[in-house]
């Protein structure tokens, strides 16, 4: 019925509201909130010490997970204030690696730079899925058909790189024969 009494026998609180209700829903939980509960952000662009002041509490976990998260297949940097017990970072672990995969930083800038690479990232790469599908439906194949060659190709692609460890180049040499279609069509998209 309230934010105080969703949070009061919980031994973690995972705050999930846009940034601009921070403020309102600090009211709400600052009073409610004991300093052995560990409070799980993923408010994009909310830091630590604004977390802190609005919530009257020390024990913070800033998160930046991304929408594959949804398939259990995001990646989640994360960093926590000093504040936060080794058992409690064990929690936030498990918790976020539900999600997918999750990385903890000693600087919460690197929290805030990953949202440009993983926490966007998902909308460049949906953004590329897009034009590539349009140009496979050029090309003359049924919309379902481009759609499925695209999204398994990707899937495939990125599976193959993170399982060779392979620099992206190398695995790009791997498919460019010299002389052949796939260089010509990287010549093109060059110039």
Wanted: charge should be neutral; proline fraction near 5%; charged fraction near 15%.
């Amino acid at each position: 019925a309230s934010n105080a009494e969703a949070v009061a026998g919980a031994d973690v609180v995972v705050l999930a509201i846009k940034p601009q209700n921070l403020r309102e829903a600090g009211r709400d939980l600052a009073p409610a909130l004991r300093p052995e509960q560990l409070v799980i952000s993923i408010l994009a662009g909310t830091t630590m010490r604004a977390l802190g002041a609005a919530l009257g509490h020390r024990a913070i976990v800033r998160a930046m997970p991304n929408t594959p998260a949804q398939v259990r297949r995001g990646i989640t940097v994360w960093a926590a204030t000093p504040e936060v017990s080794a058992a409690q970072r064990e929690t936030a672990a498990l918790l976020l690696g539900a999600l997918g995969d999750q990385i903890e930083v000693d600087d919460e800038k690197l929290v805030a730079m990953s949202t440009a690479v993983s926490g966007s990232g998902p909308a460049y790469l949906f953004l590329f899925m897009e034009a590539f599908i349009d140009a496979a439906v050029h090309l003359g194949f049924s919309r379902h058909v481009a759609h499925r060659l695209v999204v398994e190709t990707l899937e495939g692609s990125a599976l193959f790189a993170k399982s060779s460890g392979s620099h992206p180049a190398q695995l790009r040499d791997m498919v460019t024969s010299p002389g052949g279609t796939t260089a010509a069509a990287l010549q093109i998209g060059r110039a």
